[in-house]
């Protein structure tokens, strides 16, 4: 009997030990929620903000073959380069391209595009640049050389 009573005893001291250390633990779930929490929702923002970056990248590199294909065709000028540009720009990259800078120089047989601007910032002063570059080569009809089989 005496020992039935006394292990009734020692668990009732040991329930009320682990009862008071963890008394010592209250709110500590939540405090750890409190730090987890932004850190999760940042991490998260800057995996969105890395996507919105590389979608805007991609219209610029678009733009920028889209611009050299007007430009190099037979005809083509820079004025109609940047006009291509513009209207791809404007169709599709409305609101993730800010400032968008179109550049197109013809030189010789050449013709090399560039756009440069910014991404739409979706963590709050994070600006981040894109930059796309095209080169191609002019096209022009050259007529067949007298006396050739039209063959080079």
């Known amino acids: 009997m005496c020992r039935l009573w006394s292990t009734v005893g020692d668990r009732r001291t040991r329930t009320a030990r682990a009862l008071r250390r ?10 750890e929620l409190a730090v987890a929490t932004p850190l999760l929702l940042l991490l998260l923002l800057l995996i969105v903000q890395f996507a ?7 219209i610029a590199q678009t733009a920028a073959a889209e611009a050299v294909e007007a430009a190099r065709a037979a005809g083509g ?8 540009a513009r209207t791809v720009l404007s169709q599709v990259g409305v609101g993730v391209l800010t400032d968008p800078q179109i550049t197109v120089t013809v030189t010789g047989d050449s013709v090399h595009v560039t756009v440069d601007g910014h991404v739409t910032a979706v963590v709050p002063g994070v600006r981040l640049p894109v930059h796309a570059a095209v080169s191609g080569v002019q096209e022009r009809f050259r007529p067949p050389v007298a006396g050739g ?3 080079r």
Request: charged share 20%; aromatic share 4%.
């Open 22 to 31: 963890r008394r010592g633990e209250r709110g500590s779930a939540a405090a």
């Open 52 to 58: 919105v970056w590389m979608h805007a990248t991609h």
């Open 77 to 84: 000028t820079t004025a109609t380069g940047q006009s291509q």
């Open 149 to 151: 089989d039209g063959q």
